[in-house]
């Protein structure tokens, strides 16, 4: 066998060896379920189920009629799609403030209660920043 046939084969020989591993079909990666993500999932739903179960939104000022179930404090929900106007509030006289803990209102404008008090935390800490000294 001459030099060049030897050339040759060994080339189609590194060919073969190179491109065949790329040729394997992939075998499917399956995701493994993240068990606490659903738990944490269906205990977030029956919580809004709750929330809204016990939401007095209705009765208040400044609640507009457009479909909504009101539980704008639950972070599921937030700011509402046609509540614009601060009539007043009576998210403290609500059962859920009282069993959840609440400590805000106007949930459907400014968002839920896990928002509003990111926002305050955020703002607290910037008050917080020591000043640059000139
Ligand atoms: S606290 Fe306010 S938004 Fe939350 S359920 Fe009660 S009335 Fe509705
Ligand atoms: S979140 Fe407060 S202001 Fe908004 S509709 Fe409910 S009770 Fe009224």
Do not use: R
Not at 59 to 73: I, R
Not at 78 to 101: A, L, Q, R, Y
């Amino acid at each position: 066998m001459s030099n060049k046939t030897l050339a040759v084969c060994a080339v189609i020989l590194l060919a073969f060896v190179l491109i065949l591993p790329g040729c394997k079909k992939e075998e499917p990666i399956e995701e493994p379920v993240d068990s606490t993500a659903v738990v944490d999932s269906l205990e977030m739903l029956a919580k809004l189920e709750m929330v809204q179960g016990m939401c007095i939104c209705k009765d208040c000022p400044s609640w507009v009629e457009c479909g909504e179930k009101g539980g704008y404090c639950h972070e599921m929900i937030g700011k509402s799609e046609c509540i614009t106007e601060k009539k007043g509030c009576v998210c403290p006289d609500c059962p859920v403030t009282k069993e959840m803990g609440l400590k805000y209102g106007y949930y459907c404008i400014d968002g839920s209660h896990k928002e509003i008090d990111a926002k305050m935390i955020e703002e607290a800490a910037t008050e917080d920043e020591p000043e640059e000294s000139s």
